[in-house]
């Protein structure tokens, strides 16, 4: 079946950076939609970035308005992994992140969860001002 594992949180402080990384096994990846979203304590789980592909080996980012400019989506496919790099880190970006993979379609929102199918069990992010 189908599994993520996030890896990557931690205790940070503001201005620090993390790289999250999510391992996908039990299928193929390569053109699945895979986004990072985050919860924090009493809010909504919300979407931090996604990479769809859009054809042979390419793809394309997308990024919540938050975090535009100080993360950075990318993958290895041959790796099946999906990474996170944080940059400039608020106290605001605390929250549990999780790695989630849908698959292809050609009317997906990346920034929807209704587009994904399967889901990590999340890693810890808090960073102290």
């Known amino acids: 079946q189908v599994q993520l594992v996030e890896s990557g949180g931690g205790l940070v402080q503001a201005g620090g950076s993390l790289r999250l990384s999510c391992v996908a096994s039990?299928?193929?990846?390569?053109?699945?939609?895979m986004g990072w979203f985050r919860q924090a304590p009493g809010k909504e789980r919300d979407f931090v970035a996604a990479t769809t592909w859009s054809g042979r080996s390419t793809y394309l980012a997308n990024y919540a308005n938050s975090v535009k400019g100080r993360f950075t989506i990318s993958r290895d496919s041959a790796k099946n992994t999906v990474y996170l790099q944080m940059n400039s880190l608020n106290p605001e970006d605390t929250a549990v992140y999780y790695c989630?993979?849908?698959?292809?379609?050609?009317?997906?929102?990346?920034?929807?969860?209704?587009?994904?199918?399967?889901w990590g069990q999340g890693t810890q992010v808090t960073v102290s001002s």
């Open positions: 039990g299928g193929t990846f390569i053109s699945y939609t």
């Open positions: 989630a993979a849908g698959p292809y379609s050609r009317a997906v929102v990346p920034g929807d969860r209704l587009s994904y199918t399967y």
